[in-house]
T-cell receptor
Framework: DAGITQSPRHKVTETGTPVTLRCHQT?????MYWYRQDPGHGLRLIHY???????DKGEVSDGYSVSRSKTEDFLLTLESATSSQTSVYFC??????????FGSGTRLTVV | GENVEQHPSTLSVQEGDSAVIKCTYS??????FPWYKQELGKGPQLIID?????GEKKDQRIAVTLNKTAKHFSLHITETQPEDSAVYFC???????????FGAGTTVTVRA
C-alpha cells in the first residue's frame, strides 16, 4: 500500500560507515516503529515514536538512533554499521488502538 | 517485557486441510493479539486480531481463539489454498502501550 513507504529498498554498505533508512507515511499516524527481521527471531523492536520529537528505545536499540522531526517521517540511523546489523528493516505506523501498517522493508547488507 | 513464543516454526499441509498455529505470551496485562501474514518480499499484513474480552473471532476461513487463563492464542485456517502459503506472525501488546511483541513466525506451505 502507498500509505507507508521505505527507502531505499536495498542497500549494501561497508563496515564502519553511517547509514540512514527513511520511513514516510501519509496516514497522519501518531505512532511509528522500526523493527528488524532476522531468521528465527521474528520481528524485534528497535525504536519507536509516540509523536514528533518523542522517541524511545525498543529491545534491540544498541547501535541505532532515530529522529522524527515531522509526523510523516521517521528516520533510522546506524551510526557505524556492523555485520551484525545485516538484516531486513521494517517500518510500521498506527493511529493507536488498531493493527500496524507496515512498509515493504529495506534489505541492508553490511560487508 | 512481553515474551511471545510461536509454534510450529514450519507447517506443511495438503490443500483443503486445516492449519493451526499456536502462540503463548508471558505478560498477563497483554490484551490485544493480532496475527500478520507476510508474503515473500513484502511487509507483514494484518489478517485478524482479537482483544482479551473476546474468546473467539472468525473471518471467513480464518479464526483466532484466546485462552487468557493459559495465556495462549491460536490461529486456525480452514480449507487451505495455495495462496495461504506465507509466513504468519502472532503478536501481543497492552493496548495503551501501542507496542507489539512478535513471535518468531511460522512458515506455512500448502501443497497442491
Amino acid at each position: 500500500d502507498a500509505g507507508i513507504t521505505q527507502s531505499p529498498r536495498h542497500k549494501v554498505t561497508e563496515t564502519g560507515t553511517p547509514v540512514t533508512l527513511r520511513c514516510h507515511q501519509t496516514e497522519n499516524h501518531r505512532y511509528m516503529y522500526w523493527y528488524r527481521q532476522d531468521p528465527g527471531h521474528g520481528l524485534r523492536l528497535i525504536h519507536y515514536s509516540y509523536g514528533v520529537k518523542d522517541t524511545d528505545k525498543g529491545e534491540v536499540s544498541d547501535g541505532y538512533s532515530v529522529s522524527r522531526s515531522k509526523t510523516e517521517d521517521f528516520l533510522l540511523t546506524l551510526e557505524s554499521a556492523t555485520s551484525s546489523q545485516t538484516s531486513v528493516y521494517f517500518c510500521a505506523s498506527t493511529s493507536g488502538g488498531l493493527g500496524y501498517t507496515f512498509g515493504s522493508g529495506t534489505r541492508l547488507t553490511v560487508v | 517485557g512481553e515474551n511471545v513464543e510461536q509454534h510450529p516454526s514450519t507447517l506443511s499441509v495438503q490443500e483443503g486441510d486445516s492449519a493451526v498455529i499456536k502462540c503463548t505470551y508471558s505478560d498477563s496485562a497483554s490484551n490485544y493479539f493480532p496475527w500478520y501474514k507476510q508474503e515473500l518480499g513484502k511487509g507483514p499484513q494484518l489478517i485478524i486480531d482479537i482483544r482479551s474480552n473476546v474468546g473467539e473471532k472468525k473471518d471467513q476461513r480464518i479464526a483466532v481463539t484466546l485462552n487468557k487463563t493459559a495465556k495462549h492464542f491460536s490461529l486456525h485456517i480452514t480449507e487451505t489454498q495455495p495462496e495461504d502459503s506465507a509466513v504468519y506472525f502472532c503478536a501481543a501488546s497492552v493496548s495503551n502501550d501501542y507496542k507489539l511483541s512478535f513471535g518468531a513466525g511460522t512458515t506455512v506451505t500448502v501443497r497442491a
